[in-house]
């Protein structure tokens, strides 16, 4: 399984960002696809979370009003629209993919920077 995140960058606050994660290697339906992000000296945390198949989603308080994740089943990419970013915002954004119900298969895909300035 492989996980390829890009669309980092440097943007000025309240300005947007779109993140894409491309995943192959195996078929997700039954997958859960989120995005967490991580500052130096701080614990990984998490941002949204979206059901392959379902297409339900889930929020990190903090993100909620500002951020979409969504996916495209044709292109097997999960996106993360970034609107009103803050400098708060700033951080390296990672994918994961994790089965449903199994914790067991869990994939990460390389982080991707956003940094956004005051």
């Known amino acids: 399984v492989q996980l390829q995140a890009s669309g980092g960058g440097l943007v000025q606050a309240g300005g947007s960002l779109r993140l894409s994660c491309a995943a192959s290697g195996r078929t997700f339906s039954n997958y859960k696809m989120g995005w967490y992000r991580q500052t130096p000296g701080k614990e990984r945390e998490f941002v949204a979370v979206?059901?392959?198949?379902?297409?339900?989603?889930y929020y990190a308080d903090s993100v909620k009003g500002r951020f979409t994740i969504s996916n495209d089943n044709a292109k097997n990419t999960v996106y993360l629209q970034m609107n009103s970013l803050k400098p708060e915002d700033t951080a390296v954004y990672y994918c994961q993919a994790q089965r449903i119900g199994d914790p067991t298969f869990n994939y990460w895909g390389q982080g991707t920077q956003v940094t956004v300035s005051s």
């Open positions: 979206i059901n392959w198949s379902g297409g339900s989603t």
